[in-house]
Every structure is written in structure tokens, then in C-alpha cells.
């Protein structure tokens, strides 16, 4: 069970950018996903939260600008940034707490996964 986050890259101050996160392997559903990001020199903080039901959490510096969905359906969460700042370049990753069966033990486990960071960086 993985996760792959996609969507980084370059963009003016002002502008938007929407970054994915795909789980992959053998998933029974996914609970709480969330996106934190990293900017140099700075502790990883968290940026959004969604629980399976749909519900969502911002910290205050992203509110009103990102917003955070997903498609179970898919098992992919989405981050849609707008009016993005230079203070918004960090490395952005993805993390889930997945449900997967152990074919052992055939129990359900709940698998704690983060995704390769994938960097935005805003321009002045």
C-alpha cells in the first residue's frame, strides 16, 4: 500500500495549482487523509484535513485559499491551492490512515502511509 503525490511545481505569486495524492495497492477504504507541507528551514506543518465522511480542517493560513477534497471512489485526495504566496513554497506531502486486510490473520489493520513530497514553489 502506497501513496503517490503529484501536481508540484512553479508558479507566480497570485496564481493556483492543485496537487493529487493517489493510494495504490490492496485497500479496503481509507479513513482521515491529510496534506502537510515543509518550507526550508521550518517544521512540517499541517495544511488540510478530510475525514472519509467529507469532512475538512484548515490551518488559518490556508483558509479560504486551498481546499481539500477526495474521491473514495478513486481512493485520491486532492489539494486545490488558489492566491498562492511566496510563503506557500514548502515541500507538500500526503498522508492516510488506509484499512487493508492482513491475508494472514485476515483482520482489518489500519496502515498509517505518507507520500513522496512533491514541491511548490511561488514566485514574487
Known amino acids: 500500500v502506497q501513496l503517490q503525490a503529484s501536481g508540484g511545481g512553479l508558479v507566480q505569486a497570485g496564481g493556483f495549482m492543485r496537487l493529487s495524492c493517489a493510494a495504490s495497492?490492496?485497500?479496503?477504504?481509507?479513513?482521515?487523509m491529510g496534506w502537510y507541507r515543509q518550507a526550508p528551514g521550518k517544521q512540517r506543518e499541517l495544511v488540510a484535513l478530510?475525514?472519509?465522511?467529507?469532512?475538512?480542517t484548515y490551518s488559518d493560513s490556508v483558509k479560504g485559499r486551498f481546499t481539500i477534497s477526495r474521491d473514495n471512489a478513486k481512493n485520491t485526495m486532492y489539494l486545490q491551492m488558489t492566491n498562492l504566496k511566496p510563503d506557500d513554497t514548502a515541500v507538500y506531502s500526503c498522508n492516510a490512515d488506509i484499512n487493508v486486510i492482513n491475508v494472514r490473520t485476515s483482520r482489518i489493520e489500519v496502515h498509517e502511509r505518507w507520500g513522496q513530497g512533491t514541491l511548490v514553489t511561488v514566485s514574487s
Open positions: 478530510i475525514t472519509r465522511a467529507g469532512r475538512t
Open positions: 495497492g490492496n485497500i479496503l477504504s481509507i479513513n482521515d
